[in-house]
């Protein structure tokens, strides 16, 4: 029986396909840059992704991605599970804090291996069972530098504040929590290239 390819969701970089259990990433062309330079550009990032995407396997939960030539499209496994930025809230506080100290323990183990993720959201964090997935690293890279990982934190925070603000502070708390379990000696200087990056933002307004 053929499967349909249906698109879930379209952004400035790529568009979304589900083809059965299947994702389909594809990376769009850019009209405004030269064609030669635009699918090297694509060749790269998606390649970059997929190592990216490959060596993260190794290390937490996230989408495997299969073997392909093609140099524009990423096709992985489908995560079904709960995505956090519409469920967080519909569990009870405590349930929410376990998840919040999954997730820091699975951010530590990231950051031990200096991967950032560069999009760290709720809209990124998948709950299927009782286990953490991350997805989308589009924008994800290697860089063991404190400055990159206060950024990742930074931009989880600002999602708490934002979209789970009723319990953000204690969400948050559990987080670092969970952080340090596996980053003891380096969590201190992350948290607080976090807070001076905090502070960044707020002179600049």
Not at 18 to 47: A, M, V
Not at 62 to 68: G, L, M, Q, W
Not at 72 to 87: A, P, V, W
């Amino acid at each position: 029986m053929k499967t349909t390819l249906k698109q879930i969701s379209s952004g400035a970089e790529a568009v979304i396909y589900l083809e059965g259990n299947t994702i389909i990433k594809h990376r769009i062309r850019k009209f405004y840059r030269i064609p030669e330079l635009d699918k090297r550009i694509i060749k790269q990032r998606t390649k970059s992704e997929k190592n990216i995407l490959t060596r993260v396997n190794q290390i937490i939960n996230a989408p495997k991605p299969e073997a392909s030539k093609e140099e524009d499209k990423i096709i992985m496994q489908y995560i079904i599970g709960d995505k956090l930025s519409e469920k967080l809230d519909t569990y009870s506080k405590n349930q929410q804090e376990k998840i919040m100290l999954a997730i820091g323990k699975t951010i530590g183990k990231l950051h031990k291996a200096n991967i950032i993720h560069g999009d760290l959201t709720t809209s990124n964090i998948i709950l299927k069972g009782n286990k953490i997935f991350l997805i989308d690293f589009g924008l994800g890279f290697q860089n063991g530098k404190y400055e990159d990982k206060g950024v990742d934190i930074h931009l989880l925070k600002q999602a708490l504040e934002a979209k789970h603000f009723k319990h953000w502070e204690s969400l948050f708390k559990q987080f670092e929590m969970g952080y340090r379990i596996i980053q003891p000696e380096e969590a201190e200087k992350v948290f607080e290239r976090m807070k001076s990056i905090e502070k960044r933002g707020r002179y600049r307004h």
